[in-house]
Structures are given as C-alpha cells and as structure tokens.
C-alpha cells in the first residue's frame, strides 16, 4: 500500500505497537489476525493521508544540466480561509455545548469520544452501569 519498503516497516511497527496497547479492546468476535489486518490497513492510510499533502523531488530533477537550480513550484497544501473560518466556528460551537453540560456528562463524552472507550470501559470507568 505504501509503495515504499522504509514506509512499509514504520506502518507495520505502529501497527504492532497499538495492537499491543488495545490488546484489551480486542473482543474475540473475529480472528486476532483480521483484527491486527485492519489496524495495519489504518495504519497505512492515515500514512497516507499524511503524506499526500508532501512532494518529493529528486534531486537529480532539482536543477538543470549547466547547475541552475529550477524553481520548485509547491501547491500550497493549507486549508483555504473559508475552511479555516468554518473549522473555527465549529470548534466554537462545539466548546460552547460542552461547556452547558454537566460535569458527568462531561466526563462520559470525553472517555468515549475523545478517550475512545467503549460504552462499558466508560461506565466502568465512572462507577455506573451500562443501563444507568
């Protein structure tokens, strides 16, 4: 997938490295080898996805025969102002309604969204049963 053996090697070492950290999220409902598949699958898009924003030039390709330098004509990879406005907003709009919740519930949307936890990691975490 990454078409590059370095590249390859970094994406199945973060792969091993967060199955051995969610080791205790794999449920057992498919086979532990489909399960590490899937993180490696992510793993080497999200390198991707990274990546797609970078350009690399040879640098045989950097300068013409007699030694100039060509100019290098980079797109420029940044968020437009528009998305960088709406991104904005956004996070305001959403820091606000965050911030009106109480603190219980507060802390269950941080664990399971941003901490990642299932429903039963968090409700353990705060003491509660799932049906609570």
């Known amino acids: 997938m990454t078409r ?37 699958i992510n793993e080497a898009l999200m390198l991707l996805r990274r990546k797609r924003g970078s350009r690399e030039v040879p640098i045989a390709e950097s300068s013409t025969e007699d030694g100039a330098a060509l100019p290098l004509d980079f797109p420029d990879s940044g968020p437009n102002p528009e998305d960088s406005c709406l991104q904005r907003e956004q996070e305001r709009i959403l820091s606000a309604a965050v911030n009106e919740l109480t603190p219980g519930m507060r802390k269950a949307i941080e664990l399971r969204e941003l901490g990642e936890l299932s429903t039963g990691e968090t409700a353990q975490v705060m003491g509660l049963s799932v049906e609570q």
């Open 4 to 40: 590059n053996r370095e590249d390859a090697e970094d994406v199945v070492q973060q792969s091993f490295q967060k199955a051995f950290i969610n080791l205790q999220k794999f449920e057992g409902d498919s086979l532990f080898s489909t399960w590490l598949t899937r993180i490696a």
